[in-house]
């Protein structure tokens, strides 16, 4: 990949993702997948593989990757498109299937997240850690700044920190 392609690729989720609001459950669930597979590695690597994850985690739709059997598994560990970790394909089956019992306890992981708003960033990963797999402090972290829920996404000076605001993200809410 080109610096330029790399610069664009960037800029992209920059300028129109990072720290934008998410109110639907399977584009949350496609953001804590990606950002579970990011661990140990660079974001840049995440974003060129997104296309190839959403193909191999069916769109991100929890209740489908909830339902993986034995042989899916196999096939996504097989699939040189997305991060080969056995222990992150199985957290992102096993997170789908905690999602599945958030949403039948709250109405949605959605509402899961804001019942819990507001916490610190600490208190936010022990609510993770004892409700998924493989979520540690960075992944938490990154994940909650990433949908607008932890402060820190962008500087006070960057444009794009206006733009999200006037969406109003929880972590503004508690200004």
């Not at 916490?119 to 949908?147: A, C, P």
């Amino acid at each position: 990949m080109q610096t330029g392609e790399r610069k664009a690729l960037h800029k992209n989720y920059h300028d129109n993702h990072y720290g934008f609001p998410i109110y639907d459950d399977n584009e949350l669930f496609g953001r804590l997948v990606m950002e579970i597979n990011q661990a140990g590695l660079s974001w840049e690597t995440i974003l060129k593989k997104e296309t190839s994850f959403r193909n191999a985690y069916s769109n991100f739709d929890i209740e489908k990757v909830a339902a993986y059997a034995e042989a899916d598994r196999e096939r996504l560990l097989a699939d040189a498109g997305i991060i080969r970790n056995k222990l992150k394909v199985n957290a992102a089956i096993e997170n789908a299937k905690a999602i599945l019992v958030l949403q039948k306890e709250f109405g949605s992981f959605a509402q899961w997240l804001e019942h819990h708003h507001p916490k610190t960033k600490d208190e936010w990963v022990k609510l993770f850690k004892k409700t998924f797999r493989f979520t540690g402090g960075e992944i938490v972290n990154e994940f909650l700044m990433s949908i607008g829920y932890l402060p820190g996404a962008h500087s006070e000076g960057c444009p794009v920190r206006a733009q999200i605001l006037k969406e109003k993200p929880m972590w503004a809410k508690q200004l």
